[in-house]
């Protein structure tokens, strides 16, 4: 079961690295930092600052014992990705799991097809994961991944990596601006 339960608990922010011009990835130690967050594959959590309340779908793995990682884009007027970019290290951000945001989960059809957006990547690189670090899975996935531009592409390297290594996968960028 998840570390995070339906009440809200507060996770220390560990560390900030940022990816890009207006996006970074945070890392939270988990409740328990002797176990992993055991969030289910393509599930996300929800963040809660004042009145601010978003979902974050975590792109670590439950390989990572006692923190998990979320990518942040952020948005002008945005409460809680300004609060996030901002909020010093070792101060804590209540979170939750609710059982209503587990969606389809894995193992995937033998084909599988996402599209996706933006920060949207984060579910697909959570369902990515689970299908091409599986020994023997076979299931073969194209992705359509939509940004601005090539240097808003989020998660560019990995998925790289990934098309590189696993034949199976197939990714195809979408520019909106260029």
């Given at each position: 079961?998840?570390?995070?339960g339906e009440?809200?608990a ?6 900030r ?8 990835v945070?890392?939270?130690?988990t409740?328990?930092a002797s176990k992993?967050l ?11 600052h004042?009145?601010?309340v ?12 006692g ?15 300004e609060?996030l970019?901002t909020?010093?290290l070792g101060d804590?951000?209540?979170?939750k799991?609710?059982?209503f945001?587990?969606?389809?989960q894995?193992?995937?059809e033998?084909k ?10 984060t579910?697909?690189?959570q369902a ?7 020994p023997g ?25 990934w098309?590189a290594a ?13």
């Amino acid at each position: 079961a998840c570390q995070l339960g339906e009440a809200f608990a507060d996770c220390e922010l560990l560390s900030r690295a940022w990816v890009g011009a207006d996006t970074f990835v945070v890392r939270f130690a988990t409740p328990d930092a002797s176990k992993p967050l055991n969030l289910s594959t393509c599930a996300c959590i929800l963040a809660g600052h004042g009145d601010h309340v978003r979902p974050y779908t975590p792109v670590s793995t439950n390989a990572l014992v006692g923190a998990f990682d979320l990518l942040v884009r952020v948005y002008e007027g945005g409460a809680l990705s300004e609060h996030l970019a901002t909020m010093p290290l070792g101060d804590g951000l209540a979170f939750k799991h609710i059982p209503f945001n587990v969606k389809t989960q894995y193992p995937f059809e033998k084909k599988l097809g996402m599209i996706a957006g933006g920060t949207g990547i984060t579910p697909a690189l959570q369902a990515l994961h689970a299908v091409l670090g599986a020994p023997g899975d076979s299931t073969e996935v194209s992705l359509v991944y939509g940004s601005k531009t090539a240097d808003d592409i989020l998660a560019a390297d990995v998925l790289d990596a990934w098309a590189a290594a696993h034949p199976r996968l197939s990714v195809t960028h979408v520019l909106s601006a260029e």
